[in-house]
């Protein structure tokens, strides 16, 4: 058995080490994120980089567990405290990372998202993407592999979002692209188009780390029965699956223009 001091030393290198390497992977996700947001380079060399990124925060972690569990007598404070932030740092990391990739994995492989699948929104100002249909997986599925790209798009559609839906508002579609707007400008979109009139407002998000951008039109129609008819479509520029991203928008975007409308009575 080793002696004393000799655990110790083994101890402290399996602390700066795994500090190091939890450090390291924080930082090469950063920097691989920040460069791909600026354009040195492509966002798949990128996403590599994030995996190696969480395999060594992984290997941090672990090393850093196993040197907290080793008793030694006399360790240091600051050893301490270095294997808990290894610890620590690593896990948010590789937990964050790992939460990405199994949404990624649970989500289907489409990134063109929208409220009316019968009456997809159009984009007037904003070009869609040319390769927005070429990159429409079956899955294996022996359903849709004889579809069109577009028609397979609709069915993975339909099964993954069957919630988002054409909503109504009460005001009529000029308020409503207006309501739009200040919502839109809320968030930090880039505007294309704010067209009360033809009741259609188109704008881009960009993502805060990788610099994504993602094209969204908002069209408002009028209801027969009074007020709009609001329908949104957000499609990322690049990449086959959006990890839910676009989808998400739109839930939060229309429940936030909805919120604004006055509640019926119970």
Request: proline share 6%; net charge positive.
């Amino acid at each position: 058995m080793a002696d004393p001091r000799s655990r110790r030393l083994l101890v402290e290198r399996l602390t700066w080490i795994g500090l190091g390497l939890s450090v390291a992977a924080i930082l090469l996700a950063l920097i691989a994120a920040f460069g791909s947001g600026q354009g040195w380079w492509h966002f798949r060399p990128a996403f590599f980089a994030l995996r190696i990124a969480f395999f060594a925060a992984l290997a941090g972690g672990l090393l850093a567990l196993v040197a907290l569990l080793i008793r030694t007598r006399g360790r240091r404070r600051r050893v301490t405290m270095a294997g808990i932030a290894a610890l620590l740092l690593a896990a948010g990391f590789s937990g964050y990372i790992g939460w990405q990739a199994r949404t990624a994995r649970a989500l289907p492989p489409i990134h063109d998202i929208t409220t009316n699948l019968e009456n997809v929104p159009e984009f007037y100002r904003l070009r869609v993407r040319t390769d927005n249909f070429d990159i429409v997986p079956h899955m294996g599925r022996q359903d849709l592999h004889p579809l069109a790209p577009e028609d397979r798009w609709k069915v993975i559609h339909r099964e993954a979002y069957p919630d988002l839906r054409t909503i109504h508002v009460p005001w009529p579609p000029a308020q409503t692209i207006q309501r739009a707007a200040d919502l839109a400008r809320a968030r930090g979109w880039e505007f294309a188009t704010i067209s009360p009139d033809a009741g259609v407002l188109e704008a881009t998000d960009t993502s805060r780390f990788f610099r994504f951008k993602d094209d969204i039109v908002v069209r408002a129609r009028r209801a027969p029965q009074g007020g709009s008819l609001v329908d949104m479509r957000s499609i990322s520029r690049v990449g086959v699956s959006d990890i839910g991203v676009n989808a998400r928008r739109i839930r939060s975007f229309l429940a936030d223009l909805r919120e604004g409308a006055p509640q019926r009575p119970a």
